[in-house]
């Protein structure tokens, strides 16, 4: 079993800037493409962004493009979403999930999941 943890989330202003991180243990992750998601209060979970195992291939969904970049360490066996330019609607519990699949966008595919780490955005 693949145990992921999210790290990382905290309150920030309008425009900053957060680092999320989510380290792998138990089982190794590799082969695994990586996903991240969120979900804020009352709503339902968004699909963000995916990393493939090499890193090669990664999606973004269109709301964050240009502000967040994932990003990975396999060696360290560790996750990374780079949060820029933040907004309040960012405001969510982010979660990270691992899918045996090469690629997908589609949170019932992943296998895997943390327990998520709040970021909240204020103005």
């Known amino acids: 079993q693949v145990q992921l943890v999210e790290s990382g989330g905290g309150l920030v202003q309008a425009g900053g800037s957060l680092r999320l991180s989510c380290a792998a243990s138990?089982?190794?992750?590799?082969?695994?493409?990586m996903g991240w998601s969120c979900q804020a209060p009352g709503q339902s979970r968004e699909f963000v962004t995916f990393?493939?195992?090499?890193?090669?291939?990664?999606y973004y969904t269109d709301s964050v493009k240009g502000r967040f970049t994932v990003s990975r360490d396999n060696a360290k066996n560790t996750v990374s979403l780079q949060m820029n330019s933040l907004k309040p609607e960012d405001t969510a519990v982010y979660y990270c999930?691992?899918?045996?699949?090469?690629?997908?966008?589609?949170?019932?595919?992943?296998?895997?999941w943390g327990q998520g780490t709040q970021v909240t955005v204020f103005s």
């Open positions: 999930a691992a899918t045996s699949k090469i690629v997908s966008r589609s949170p019932r595919e992943y296998d895997y």
């Open positions: 990393i493939s195992w090499s890193g090669g291939t990664t």
């Open positions: 138990g089982r190794t992750f590799r082969g695994y493409t």
